[in-house]
């Protein structure tokens, strides 16, 4: 494993990498119902949701508005789809090129997220999924603040 | 424990939730047509494959989310995580349950993208010859209803001195004293690519120092055009007005050969006449618009964007068509 090139979305495997990388790991196939199975990323993504709603929350608070129940069900399926997308724009270059692509197109669920694991790093993945989140972020925030009324600071009144 | 401008309290907290939220959901949806973008730009191996099983990446990413979420679908679809059934299967049952698959755009719509180059094609069948002031309308309301922006050739009653510019690229600029291109980070492009400019910017520094610099700058820089503004009709009739008026203004900028688009703001001036080309954009914005590669050059169509709350964010934009999802046939 230590000889695994780090991942670089700009240069996925290739072909034969990809072959390396399916006979990297030995064991029983997959499941094939993947609920089961620990949802990849999920611990990553629910601290960024987390503090990015409180930050969200914040704004909110500072401006005066209240958000609906409603509201935040349709924020909380936002935030999924948001997730889904950070996820698929970390793991289709690492699928690129191979036959496991198609695998991945037909069960997103399951894209052998623990052999990816062992090539490139939970590490690795994790910021590369974290990056995709962020951005998001970055472009988000700004537009909130814009929001808050200058002086609404919670520091002084009129 | 926060005290609130007597503007903000005439508003009901409802209200501001509303428009909050409404900020949230644009944010959201940006983020999706960025993701859509970068899906159609650099994984076109992985579109192949969802158009060779006849689903958009829309209806893939509806089946995805089920897939990964469940959530508030789960009950209502028949697929499950992990089932022995294709996405264009699945595209059928995400058909029947779009209401809810796609709330966050409209109860009973989805949206669908729209080939803004194929668009453009009849409208300026030379993607260098200039539109006439009909034909500058006809893309402008074109424009509008792709990208759900108020895309104008003319605003407040000022101009550029050309609608079809031939854009080329430029470096970045220099955002406060000490900035080098390798800080010029988060892009979509590798940090530091394009290099940066030896001088400032015809509207010099965003901030003093690093430590100054706002989010709201750091977008700016990023999706930045050079426009010629000296150009510009009046010009030098009131070169300070304009030269404020013109400093940061948002502009929708679109390949005029495939329609690709971002959103930018003026934050240049240039380049000179004899260049041969008439603007100028970012690394990054030419990246956005497929201009990134080979001569880095290409006609970019410019227009304002009439914005004044100041809603539409800099960036990526992709043209979108609301549509009406019916249940697919036979379905229960």
Not at chain 2, 289 to 310: A, C, H, Q, T, W
Request: charged share 20%; with cysteine; glycine share 8%.
């Amino acid at each position: 494993m230590a000889e695994t090139p780090p991942y670089n979305p700009e240069n996925p495997p290739s072909v034969e990498q990809d072959a390396a990388l399916a006979s990297h790991v030995e064991g029983p196939a997959a499941p094939e119902v993947a609920v089961e199975t620990a949802r990849p990323f999920a611990a990553e993504f629910e601290q960024f949701k987390t503090e990015s709603t409180a930050e969200i929350m914040d704004i909110a608070r500072l401006s005066g508005a209240e958000y609906s129940p409603e509201q935040m069900d349709q924020l909380d399926e936002l935030f999924n789809r948001l997730y889904v997308e950070a996820y698929t724009l970390t793991l289709t270059p690492l699928l690129a090129g191979s036959n496991r692509l198609g695998d991945f197109v037909d069960n997103p669920a399951d894209p052998q997220f623990q052999r990816l694991i062992e090539v490139y790093g939970q590490a690795e993945l994790n910021a590369q999924f974290l990056a995709h989140c962020q951005r998001f972020l970055t472009r988000l925030r700004p537009q909130l603040h814009r929001l808050v009324p200058s002086g609404a600071d919670g520091q002084a009144g009129p | 424990m926060t005290a609130f401008l007597p503007s903000v309290k005439s508003a009901s907290s409802k209200e501001l939730a509303d428009r909050q939220f409404a900020v949230l959901q644009e944010a959201f949806g940006q983020a999706s047509r960025s993701f859509q973008t970068e899906m159609a730009d650099r994984h076109q191996d992985f579109l192949a494959l969802l158009k060779k099983r006849g689903v958009s990446l829309e209806q893939w990413t509806d089946y995805a989310t089920r897939a990964l979420i469940g959530g508030a679908l789960a009950g209502t679809l028949l697929m499950v995580p992990g089932a022995k059934q294709s996405p264009s299967d699945a595209a059928q049952t995400v058909q029947a349950a779009a209401p809810a698959a796609s709330a966050q755009l409209a109860p009973t719509e989805a949206l669908k993208p729209v080939d803004v180059g194929s668009e453009l094609k009849n409208l300026l069948p030379d993607a260098y010859q200039a539109p006439t002031s009909a034909g500058e309308q006809q893309i402008g309301q074109m424009l509008s209803s792709a990208f759900h922006v108020s895309a104008v050739p003319e605003l407040d009653g000022h101009r550029l001195n050309k609608v079809l510019t031939v854009m080329g690229g430029e470096q970045h600029l220099r955002r406060f004293p000490g900035d080098v291109a390798s800080e010029h980070t988060g892009l979509s492009i590798a940090p530091g690519a394009g290099g940066i400019a030896p001088g400032n910017g015809a509207y010099g520094l965003w901030a003093n120092s690093k430590a100054g610099l706002s989010d709201e700058a750091v977008n700016q820089e990023q999706y930045y055009i050079a426009a010629q503004t000296f150009l510009a009709p009046g010009f030098r009739d009131n070169p300070n007005t304009l030269y404020q008026w013109f400093k940061y203004r948002k502009m929708i900028a679109v390949n005029a050969k495939t329609g690709q688009a971002c959103v930018v703001d003026i934050g240049d001036a240039g380049p000179a006449s004899w260049t041969g080309k008439s603007s100028g954009g970012s690394p990054e914005v030419l990246d956005v618009l497929g201009l990134g590669e080979g001569s880095r050059k290409g006609p970019v169509l410019l227009y304002f964007i009439d914005d004044p709350n100041n809603t539409v964010p800099l960036g990526p934009i992709q043209a979108q068509a609301p549509v009406t999802v019916s249940p697919a046939r036979g379905g229960s």
